[in-house]
């Protein structure tokens, strides 16, 4: 870097307070050079979305200033931030299913030539942008038919059309396959060469060693650190992330007496299955999951996972094979027997399909065990029982929170997705079917909620786990089998399923 | 903090606030002086004991139609079609009320609320199933249910059901084992305003304590999530509309009782309609509702009363009643962008 360049982002001192007291950003300085990529690292709640969303203008800081390009800014809202060339890409997408990709990246900044839309000239500049940093997306496919990749990189030439020379990328690779993942991070090299900026926001230390410059690291509120990437490894990171003390709290290996095939908790039998629009979505599936082990099941995403899982939990009709429960057949049951006959399910999207966020925390728990009278549920609801019941579910999952009656929407992630598998395993199930359930979390959160699985399991509760990430698979599962365009493409031992075999098996569908 | 837990009471007040200042500076653009026609408004509605009983009589169907809409509200449906439930629940009452000769009084008159209740509650479950099963939006189909019971109802009124012995387009009275107890000061007041009290504490019990409304609370506030954890949400829309239009009907049938003692057409000036703006104003809660009946009511009995004795025109209520729908819905659709 030259001297004479001042940074592309100086935040100094921000500061925000929540009301209720929480510090979410405690006088915290983040320096972004100009063309670097800068990881910002933290765990849930160490206040990265917060200071990300300073820069966004979305969030009013209590205190602190923001240089860009060495001029100071105030950033009232998030059109003075892309005003001023910041970008943020989202986890969850923005574009609008029904309109093209091109139309959803020129919305709002459109080109106009005789007072009309001028959608030539907007494609040529958005071609021209993809080409530049390594995109190809399909413009002209409406925003629903494409996948979570291919959003993710239309969202980043938005960006870019609007003129981003800072790019915030928030959790760019939860959603991705590994080596989707490693196409992301070529077209932030991309980027970066241009000499733009990307800020991205991760739980990944892998991701932060491997791609970015400069790495800032936050916990609890406060900044623990700045590194030179080259100067710094994952142990001196773990630490700082989590403070020395916590240092251990890692995804500990279930330590399992691998015991001979037990008996069957959950079977799939050439289940296939429709997706969006009638198109198959699962061919032929068979699957088979013994009590108390863990069946991951990786894939790159949307190769089935998630229209299996909900055939098997009821959400969706089978077009043919069956689902049998301990060797009962459940196919063709509703939701709420499967439910009750012991099959749980974590969904992916833990805010639209897991809880009701307005919902008090009790309420949440109750949801789907109303009609059960040891919830404290029936015709008439035991409010006392369902309160108790909460309250102890609560204590046990070690969720931390303001007590039963406090909204769902008060939790932050982690402690969500807590209560989440709470109520998922109150009904002591013999099978739970569980979506990404790490999903955005901490190490901590997801320890704990690998924790509350594993007390099950051992108790005899067969998994199906899907994941994308694959590290967590291998770890936690006892044989991982992997989905390609809605075929089993293989069942592996865990001692036999290499990244690269299980890559292989991904992106290829063969051996 | 507290700003924000009070926010529910506060707003709809500040509302309700707001909605007189206006209507009192059109009183004084006018030339009138609004605070004499405040004070006539008050003196109308709660200066004396008939004219409290009228604003407890007006306020009646109200209340119970305003519960009708908040049912649908709290499953996450807009039940526009109170009004054409009402009218159905009132004719079928009137018709049970008539019907039926030689019954005592104890079952005559249940008889008569059922029928008005059923009615009204099939009526709605056509627009809940049309939405649980085939996706029809429930805002278009109830209103043009609305104009389907209204003109059937004009209809059989005129018709198979008119009484031959009245000039007025209407039904034969209904025998006075069928009538509710009203009081005979003028007021309207009956008996039907208690029945509408314990159908709010009804309603308020269901939403709260019951597995049924517990799932109607949760497919309004997160249909999805609710789907997922094995409510069927299909039915629960349904069983919400039926609730809703059984509410309506059972409007429509204590009108019949205990004000008109038959049914007269075109006897309603809305209120299946003016019960989306009680429903709305009361936040969609039993006890808010209540409290939003009892000033619409009271705006009605006591703009009467101040046309009469201080020459301003008894629309001026509507004005308030006006503002007081247009910020409740804005909240509405805030809360709903959320």
């Not at chain 1, 109150?426 to 909620?449: E, F, H, I």
């Not at chain 2, 043009?144 to 018709?159: C, D, K, P, S, T």
């Not at chain 2, 009290?197 to 009804?202: F, R, S, W, Y």
Request: with cysteine.
């Amino acid at each position: 870097m030259r001297a004479d360049n001042p940074p592309a982002v100086h935040m100094r001192n921000i500061t925000k307070r929540y009301p209720g007291g929480v510090v979410a950003n405690n006088a915290i300085s983040l320096t972004v050079l100009p063309g670097t990529a800068h990881a910002v690292v933290g765990e849930n709640g160490a206040g990265k979305s917060t200071l990300m969303g300073v820069l966004y203008g979305s969030v009013r800081p209590d205190a602190g200033s923001i240089e860009i390009d060495g001029a100071p800014v105030t950033l009232r809202r998030p059109a003075d931030a892309i005003r001023h060339g910041i970008g943020l890409v989202t986890q969850h997408t923005t574009m609008i299913p029904a309109l093209t990709a091109l139309d959803n990246v020129l919305l709002g900044f459109e080109p106009v030539r005789f007072g009309t839309l001028d959608r030539r000239t907007g494609r040529r500049r958005v071609e021209e942008l993809s080409a530049q940093a390594g995109i190809e997306v399909d413009w002209l496919a409406s925003a629903d038919t494409l996948s979570v990749a291919a959003l993710q990189k239309a969202e980043i030439v938005k960006a870019l059309y609007r003129g981003a020379r800072v790019l915030i990328l928030d959790e760019p690779t939860a959603t991705l396959a590994p080596a989707e993942a490693d196409r992301l991070f070529a077209v932030v090299q991309g980027i970066v060469a241009s000499g733009a900026s990307v800020l991205f926001i991760t739980h990944k230390l892998r991701e932060v060693l491997e791609h970015s410059g400069h790495v800032t690291i936050l916990r609890g509120g406060a900044k623990t650190g700045d590194r030179v990437t080259s100067e710094t490894n994952a142990d001196e990171l773990v630490s700082l992330m989590l403070g020395a003390d916590r240092s251990a709290v890692r995804l500990e290996q279930p330590q399992r007496d691998r015991s001979e095939p037990s008996d069957v908790s959950l079977q799939v039998r050439a289940l296939t299955v429709r997706g969006r629009g009638g198109r198959p979505a699962v061919h032929s599936a068979d699957l088979t999951v013994r009590t108390g082990e863990v069946l991951g099941v990786a894939g790159v995403d949307g190769s089935g996972q998630r229209e299996l899982a909900e055939a098997i939990v009821g959400l969706r009709p089978t077009v043919s094979g069956s689902v049998l429960l301990c060797g009962e057949d459940v196919t063709g049951s509703s939701v709420a027997f499967r439910a009750a006959a012991g099959i749980a399910y974590v969904p992916e999207d833990r805010h639209r399909e897991g809880l009701i966020l307005d919902f008090d925390l009790a309420e949440n728990l109750l949801l789907g065990r109303h009609r059960d009278a040891s919830a404290g549920g029936g015709r008439f609801l035991q409010r006392r029982r369902v309160l108790a019941d909460a309250e102890r579910l609560l204590t046990e999952s070690g969720v931390a929170s303001a007590g039963p009656l406090s909204p769902a929407s008060s939790l932050s992630g982690g402690n969500q997705q807590k209560v989440v598998v709470a109520r998922a395993l109150a009904r002591n199930p013999r099978a739970l079917v569980a979506m990404q359930p790490t999903r955005g979390l901490d190490v901590g959160a997801s320890a704990a909620v690998y924790d509350a699985i594993r007390a099950h399991t051992a108790a005899g509760m067969g998994v199906l786990l899907f994941s994308l990430d694959l590290d967590e698979l291998r770890e936690v599962s006892d044989r991982i089998a992997v989905m390609y365009n809605g075929r089993i493409a293989g069942v592996l031992d865990r001692d036999e399923a290499g990244v690269e075999r299980l890559g292989k098996l991904m992106t290829e569908g063969r051996p | 903090m507290i700003l924000r837990r009070l926010a529910p009471v506060v707003q709809p007040l500040l509302s309700v606030l707001g909605a007189f200042v206006v209507a009192g500076i059109v009183v004084w653009a006018c030339g009138g002086s609004p605070f004499e026609a405040l004070s006539a408004l008050l003196q109308g509605s709660c200066g004396s004991s008939t004219g409290l009983l009228r604003t407890l009589s007006k306020a009646t169907p109200l209340l119970l139609s305003g519960l009708a809409v908040a049912v649908a509200l709290r499953a996450g449906l807009f039940n526009i079609g109170a009004e054409g439930q009402l009218i159905l629940g009132a004719l079928a009452a009137a018709w049970a009320g008539h019907a039926f000769t030689g019954l005592p009084a104890w079952i005559h008159i249940p008889i008569c609320l059922a029928a008005g209740v059923l009615v009204g509650g099939l009526w709605a479950a056509i627009p809940g199933a049309l939405r649980a099963w085939r996706g029809s939006h429930e805002v278009i189909v109830t209103i043009m249910l609305n104009y389907l019971a209204i003109q059937f109802a004009h209809f059989l009124v005129n018709g198979v059901m008119k009484d031959p012995g009245s000039m007025a387009p209407a039904t034969a009275m209904v025998e006075p084992s069928a009538r509710l107890w009203a009081a005979a000061d003028g007021s309207n007041f009956s008996a039907g305003f208690g029945l509408a009290l314990l159908a709010a504490v009804g309603v308020a019990v269901l939403l709260r304590r019951t597995a049924l409304g517990f799932e109607i609370r949760a497919v309004g506030l997160g249909a999805d999530a609710a789907r997922v954890a094995g409510v069927n949400v299909g039915r629960t829309m349904v069983s919400a509309m039926a609730l809703s239009g059984a509410l309506a009907g059972l409007a429509g049938a204590i009108e019949v009782l205990g004000v008109h003692r038959r049914y007269l057409d075109a006897f309603s000036p809305g209120y299946g309609f003016d019960s989306i703006a009680v429903a709305l104003l009361g936040g969609g809660s039993p006890v808010g509702v209540t409290l939003s009946s009892l000033l619409f009511g009271g705006l009605s009995a006591g703009a009467t009363y101040m046309e009469a004795w201080t020459h301003v025109p008894r629309q001026i209520a509507g004005i308030v009643q006006g503002v007081v729908i247009f910020s409740a819905g804005a909240r509405y659709l805030k809360g709903r962008r959320r």
